[in-house]
């Protein structure tokens, strides 16, 4: 068996892990979503082929996103075992992220379920409201 060169072990080894491939294809759906809205005057054809790709990545992200409560809510709970010498400042900001992250993906599943019209709501409007209020309050915790 031939053995991989060093970029290519390099490249597998990266893409081994779930949230490392979530980061090109996040980097991938809005990049595409860049391209989408720069091109719409000059090239609509272009424009609408890399809207209906970023479209595309954003359904299959979401859709691999369906199993990540029950990890989010492990690690959440782990968390909270952070040693007595921690500030409260501290723990108040790892309450407050952990709690806008158990709430972002079950608002995203119901926004996700009702657009697919598996969940007979009417309108998901008041739900992508609340997923995007989630999702902002979200990004004032996020750690490097």
Not at 10 to 17: A, C, H, R, W, Y
Not at 84 to 108: H, M, N, Q, R, W
Not at 109 to 133: G, N, Q
């Amino acid at each position: 068996m031939m053995a991989m060169s060093k970029p290519l072990q390099e490249v597998s080894t990266f893409l081994d892990n779930y949230w490392n491939r979530d980061q090109v294809f996040r980097t991938l759906q809005f990049t595409s979503t860049l391209c989408a809205g720069a091109l719409d005057q000059r090239l609509p054809v272009a424009s609408a082929r890399f809207a209906a790709l970023a479209s595309s990545v954003s359904s299959m992200r979401t859709t691999l996103r369906l199993l990540d409560d029950i990890p989010n809510l492990a690690q959440t709970l782990a968390g909270w075992k952070r040693p007595k010498d921690s500030s409260v400042v501290l723990k108040i900001a790892d309450f407050l992220s952990s709690l806008s992250g158990l709430l972002y993906y079950p608002t995203e599943h119901l926004a996700w379920a009702t657009d697919l019209k598996i969940l007979p709501f009417k309108s998901s409007s008041t739900l992508e409201l609340l997923h995007r209020a989630v999702d902002d309050f979200s990004r004032l915790f996020v750690r490097p």
